[in-house]
Nanobody
Framework: QVQLVESGGGLVQAGGSLRLSCAAS????????MGWFRQTPGKEREFVAA????????LYADSVKGRFTISRDNAKNTVYLQMNSLKPEDTAVYYC????????????????WGQGTQVTVSS
């Protein structure tokens, strides 16, 4: 079992920055990959970024590449999503997720999910 709790969401103006955090507990954090996804009402959950178990390999959606950075601190059992140059279209509920057996952009590969944190970017 893995429990995930996101924090750091909020309201920010376009062009601003936010850093999301996701604290994990349960199974050894350094043994699985982590990802960030987002979802807006009426749309499917969308991949944002993923990091391998060590953080040495990362993957980004084209829409956030160059603006968002995923990182993880295995000593603190936490994964982060630094979001810069935010745009109104980044508005969504952001979820972190744990993939125990692999890693990638497919949401159905992830085994555990947090409750989500709202990010709202005003124009």
């Amino acid at each position: 079992q893995v429990q995930l709790v996101e924090s750091g969401g909020g309201l920010v103006q376009a062009g601003g920055s936010l850093r999301l955090s996701c604290a994990a507990s349960g199974r050894s954090f350094s043994m699985y990959a982590m990802g960030w996804f987002r979802q807006t009402p009426g749309k499917e959950r969308e991949f944002v970024a993923a990091a391998s178990w060590s953080g040495g390999s990362t993957l980004y959606a084209d829409s956030v590449k160059g603006r968002f950075t995923i990182s993880r601190d295995n000593a603190k059992n936490t994964v982060y999503l630094q979001m810069n140059s935010l745009k109104p279209e980044d508005t969504a509920v952001y979820y972190c997720a744990a993939d125990l057996e692999g890693w990638g952009a497919a949401s159905n590969e992830y085994d555990y999910w947090g409750q989500g944190t709202q990010v709202t970017v005003s124009s």
